[in-house]
C-alpha cells in the first residue's frame, strides 16, 4: 500500500562532486547487484557515479512511498524502462552537471542536459524557425537552446517513442517554466549550468532536490522506522 507521497515527484541531485567512497558504499548497499556491474563498464568515474546515483533515486523515491521491493522492470519497444508488476512509473536522466529521477502515478518522462554552449551546427537539425528566433533573440541563447531541447527530450521520453520523428517539429515556444502542451503538464527547473524538464499527464509535479548524504539519511531514517 501507497504511504501518502506527492506524485508526480521528480528527485534531483546535483553532481558538483565526485562521490567519495564512503557514499558509494552507501548507495550499493541499496542497489541490485545488476546495476552496480552496468556502473563499472563505464570508463570515466563520472558516468559510473551517475549511473548509480540516478537509480538510487529510484529506490529512494519508492521507499517514500512504501514499496520496498524493486519491482522487475523490463524495457519498451524504444528502449524505455517499465516496472512489470507494479502501477508507478518511472524515468531516469543523468548528465555531467546533475541526475533526477521522475516517479508519477502515471506516464512520466523526465531530462536533465548540460547548458550546451556550441549548438550552431545542430540548431537547424533539432529546432523550428520560430525556436531558432527564440533562441538568438534572447539575452542567453545557450540556456534557451538547452532548456528547449531538455522539453523535446522529456516530451519524447514521456511517450516512450525515442527520438523517430523530426523533433523540429514539437514546438516549444513558452517561455515560463510551468506549462501545458499537446495535453501533457510540463515543468521546468533552469540553472546556470544545466536545463531539467519533467513531462506528465498531471498536474503540480514538484521538485525534490537534496545532497547525497541527505538522501541517504533519509532513505536509511525511513527504513529504520519501518523495521
Same mark, same amino acid.
Given at each position: 500500500?501507497? $504511504?501518502? &507521497?506527492?506524485?508526480? @515527484?521528480?528527485?534531483?541531485?546535483?553532481? %558538483?562532486?565526485?562521490?567519495?567512497? $564512503?557514499?558509494?558504499?552507501?548507495?550499493?548497499?541499496?542497489?541490485?547487484?545488476? #546495476?552496480?556491474l552496468? *556502473?563499472?563498464?563505464?570508463?570515466?568515474?563520472?558516468?559510473?557515479?551517475?549511473?548509480?546515483? &540516478?537509480?538510487?533515486?529510484?529506490?529512494?523515491?519508492?521507499?517514500?512511498?512504501?514499496?520496498?521491493?524493486?519491482?522487475?522492470?523490463?524495457? !519498451? @519497444?524504444? !528502449?524505455?524502462?517499465?516496472? +512489470?508488476?507494479?502501477?508507478?512509473?518511472?524515468? =531516469?536522466?543523468?548528465?555531467?552537471?546533475?541526475?533526477?529521477?521522475?516517479?508519477?502515478?502515471?506516464?512520466? !518522462?523526465?531530462?536533465? $542536459?548540460?547548458?550546451?554552449?556550441?549548438? /550552431?551546427d545542430?540548431?537547424?537539425?533539432?529546432? *523550428?524557425?520560430?525556436?531558432?528566433?527564440?533562441?538568438? *533573440?534572447?539575452?542567453?541563447?545557450?540556456?534557451?537552446?538547452?532548456?528547449?531541447?531538455?522539453?523535446?527530450? &522529456?516530451?519524447?521520453?514521456?511517450?516512450?517513442?525515442?527520438? +523517430? %520523428? %523530426? =523533433? #523540429?517539429?514539437?514546438?516549444?515556444? /513558452?517561455?515560463?517554466?510551468?506549462?501545458?502542451?499537446? !495535453?501533457?503538464?510540463?515543468?521546468?527547473?533552469p540553472? *546556470?549550468v544545466?536545463?531539467?524538464?519533467?513531462? +506528465?499527464?498531471?498536474?503540480? +509535479?514538484?521538485?525534490?532536490?537534496k545532497?547525497?548524504?541527505?538522501?541517504?539519511?533519509?532513505?536509511?531514517?525511513?527504513?529504520?522506522?519501518?523495521?
Amino acid at each position: 500500500m501507497l $504511504q501518502n &507521497s506527492h506524485l508526480p @515527484t521528480v528527485y534531483i541531485l546535483d553532481m %558538483d562532486c565526485p562521490l567519495n567512497e $564512503q557514499q558509494l558504499g552507501r548507495i550499493k548497499k541499496y542497489l541490485p547487484h545488476e #546495476r552496480i556491474l552496468t *556502473s563499472e563498464r563505464f570508463l570515466h568515474k563520472k558516468d559510473s557515479d551517475a549511473c548509480l546515483a &540516478s537509480f538510487f533515486l529510484l529506490v529512494f523515491g519508492l521507499r517514500k512511498l512504501g514499496i520496498h521491493k524493486l519491482p522487475d522492470i523490463k524495457k !519498451g @519497444t524504444h !528502449g524505455k524502462p517499465y516496472f +512489470t508488476d507494479c502501477d508507478i512509473s518511472f524515468n =531516469i536522466s543523468h548528465c555531467d552537471k546533475a541526475v533526477c529521477c521522475g516517479i508519477s502515478k502515471h506516464n512520466i !518522462g523526465v531530462d536533465v $542536459q548540460d547548458t550546451v554552449s556550441k549548438f /550552431n551546427d545542430i540548431i537547424g537539425m533539432t529546432m *523550428s524557425a520560430g525556436e531558432t528566433e527564440m533562441i538568438y *533573440s534572447s539575452p542567453s541563447p545557450p540556456e534557451v537552446f538547452t532548456r528547449l531541447w531538455a522539453l523535446k527530450e &522529456s516530451y519524447v521520453k514521456f511517450d516512450g517513442s525515442g527520438l +523517430t %520523428d %523530426d =523533433i #523540429r517539429t514539437i514546438e516549444f515556444l /513558452n517561455t515560463e517554466n510551468e506549462f501545458m502542451y499537446d !495535453g501533457c503538464f510540463f515543468k521546468v527547473l533552469p540553472t *546556470s549550468v544545466y536545463q531539467l524538464s519533467a513531462c +506528465t499527464v498531471d498536474d503540480g +509535479t514538484i521538485f525534490f532536490k537534496k545532497s547525497i548524504d541527505e538522501y541517504l539519511d533519509e532513505f536509511e531514517g525511513i527504513s529504520n522506522n519501518n523495521e
